[in-house]
């Protein structure tokens, strides 16, 4: 994709092709790159096997049977039409994408991973379709709770405090908690966790739980795996919590950190999370779920996506369900000379310079999905919003010039709201609190929530922006306006808007440009692959592959779209300075002669 702009293009072209000449004279030219090879998001087979970790492979797991079915309903008997589905013949779910191997967007744009395909299985089995939504794990369970996903898939651990919000199905997984710490840590153990330390999780996990409640710190928090773990080789972190599966998919050969220990989950087992009310969904799920394991489904999936042994004592489904035959993954994974305990030889910095950020196969995968997916979602949210924010905007600006305080007050109100709540959670009230009630205007479409929601925000500052320029017009020409004959309102419409709006166009710009970059945060409502924008793509291949190439490609779209706007700033403020730039055509005069013989103009 070429970008002009003005005559910086000759320029912009000469330093891509001076800086792509020093990244090949450093070393980080294209090469074949380790973490292009790894797809984080497909499934390792058989041959990835590991065994459990030494100590938990004898260790007595926490009980589980209490909430565990004694046995379900044959499938025969489940009412489809009794599921309580937000559409019928379809499961919405709500999932993750940057958590491989269990949830995650593959390269083909699909949501996958062990959790989405056995989900999948069963809904073949019970006759449904799946639509896949994307959300962030902090409003998961919220979001499932308000029905706004028929069934939340993220590998949730179904502890007592989230079955006071929703409801659970009978377990699929078992669960246990790696610490990871960068290479040469003295941190050996979670006994060595203490008080200073800088110990990352992610947000409303049961890691987040175990480490507040258990080990009684305060941890570091962030939005993801992807997050976390680069901040953790980064060391701005000390250790992580981490989900076993993910920990082992994220730690590369070469990384410069290492798994030291592990612990078995405090709560029950995995399960998907359902709206608590909706018990006929729930055991629907359930039947679906031995009937996958009665057939050999689960063994298989369990196989492709997670081949690790089984804890002793624990098996998926109902108490009646059928015993898994699996392989003896520990054999197998003797056989490669593969642990999960086994430290791997460390990268040099440059290696992992390039690998995280020069990774040319990851730019020549990201591109064409940040062209034609999100580039056009990115501009359809700002120029939507936009739109929506200029015309409530000028409405609110002009009431709250209004001399009316039934009209002045209520526009105060809903500017000091707007610009006082963050983007993100304005996002996230509309979606669950409006979403339920319009959607079946909007299909039960999370976009126009999304478009809906940055308008709304993007209104409140319009609206002061547009305020600000109308009250700098100088108080003459409304007087000189009436004085010729307008009225009030002709006058403002015709002589100040205009003026006041002239003067703000470098400040609606600049607004613009916070509205692009902030239309990433709709994400949070759940979209379809379909639906992502530039940052939830690099985001997306950055989870699938451990590199940051992908978020760099992203950047560069984002940048290819707001430095133009910057410089439109820059040249709008330099003509209102300076005015009309072209010649201005000369005035003729005529001469007169006066009765007395002298010459005027």
């Not at 997916?373 to 000028?394: F, R």
Request: aromatic share 8%; charged share 15%.
């Amino acid at each position: 994709m070429t970008l002009k702009v003005g005559e910086h293009r000759h320029f912009g072209g000469k330093a891509l092709a001076v800086a792509a000449t020093i990244l090949m004279v450093c070393g980080l030219a294209p090469a074949p790159p380790a973490a292009a090879d790894i797809d984080q998001c497909s499934p390792p087979g058989i041959e990835g096997a590991t065994a459990l970790p030494r100590k938990l492979a004898t260790a007595t797991r926490p009980h589980e049977d209490k909430y565990t079915t004694a046995e379900v309903k044959p499938l025969s008997s489940v009412d489809i039409g009794a599921l309580g589905l937000r559409t019928p013949g379809t499961l919405t779910v709500g999932t993750l994408s940057q958590a491989p191997p269990t949830t995650c967007v593959n390269a083909t744009g699909q949501f996958t991973g062990f959790d989405n395909e056995l989900l999948r299985a069963i809904a073949r089995k019970l006759g449904l379709h799946v639509n896949f939504l994307g959300t962030d794990f902090s409003g998961l369970l919220a979001q499932v709770a308000s029905r706004r996903f028929d069934v939340g898939s993220a590998s949730i651990t179904a502890t007592e405090a989230r079955r006071r919000t929703v409801g659970f199905t009978n377990g699929y997984d078992f669960g246990y908690f790696s610490l990871v710490v960068p290479a040469g840590s003295a941190i050996t153990s979670f006994d060595d966790l203490t008080h200073g330390q800088r110990i990352g999780v992610v947000q409303g996990t049961v890691e987040d739980a175990y480490v507040v409640d258990n080990l009684h710190l305060q941890p570091v928090k962030f939005p993801d795996f992807t997050t976390v773990y680069a901040s953790l080789k980064t060391r701005q972190v000390d250790a992580w919590v981490a989900p076993a599966l993910e920990a082992l998919n994220a730690v590369h050969p070469g990384d410069p950190t290492a798994i030291v220990a592990h612990t078995f989950s405090t709560g029950n087992y995995v399960a998907y999370a359902v709206a608590k009310e909706n018990r006929p969904l729930i055991e629907a799920l359930n039947s679906g779920l031995d009937a996958v394991i009665a057939d050999g489904t689960w063994s298989q999936l369990y196989t492709d996506w997670v081949p690790r042994p089984l804890p002793p004592g624990w098996r998926p489904g109902s108490k009646a369900a059928l015993t898994p035959h699996l392989p003896n993954f520990a054999t197998i994974a003797a056989r490669h000379h593969r642990a999960v305990d086994e430290p791997a030889p460390a990268k040099s910095t440059l290696d992992q310079l390039r690998d995280s950020f020069f990774d040319w196969s990851l730019y020549k995968q990201a591109i064409p999905l940040l062209f034609t997916t999100g580039l056009p979602n990115t501009l359809i949210l700002t120029v939507s919003a936009s739109v929506i924010g200029l015309v409530l905007g000028m409405l609110l600006a002009i009431a709250g010039l209004s001399h009316s305080r039934w009209l002045r007050w209520p526009a105060r109100v809903y500017t000091d709201i707007f610009r006082g709540l963050p983007e993100v959670v304005i996002i996230l009230l509309i979606g669950l609190g409006v979403g339920p009630l319009v959607g079946g205007l909007t299909a039960n479409n999370p976009y126009p929530l999304g478009i809906a929601a940055l308008g709304l925000t993007s209104a409140a500052y319009v609206g002061e922006i547009f305020r600000s320029g109308i009250q700098s017009v100088e108080p003459g020409q409304l007087e000189a306006s009436r004085a010729l004959g307008f009225s009030y309102p002709a006058a403002m419409r015709l002589v100040v808007i205009p003026q006041g709006i002239r003067r703000v166009l470098p400040a609606l710009v600049n607004q613009v440009i916070a509205l692009l970059k902030g239309s990433a945060l709709v994400y949070f409502l759940g979209l379809i692959a379909g639906q992502r924008e530039l940052f939830q793509i690099g985001r997306d291949l950055n989870a699938q592959t451990g590199s940051l190439s992908p978020l760099v490609a992203a950047g560069v779209f984002y940048l290819m779209l707001t430095i133009p706007l910057t410089h439109l700033v820059n040249v709008i403020d330099a003509r209102l300075r300076r005015g009309r730039t072209f010649a201005e055509p000369e005035e003729t005069f005529d001469l007169i002669t006066s009765t007395s013989g002298q010459e005027m103009t």
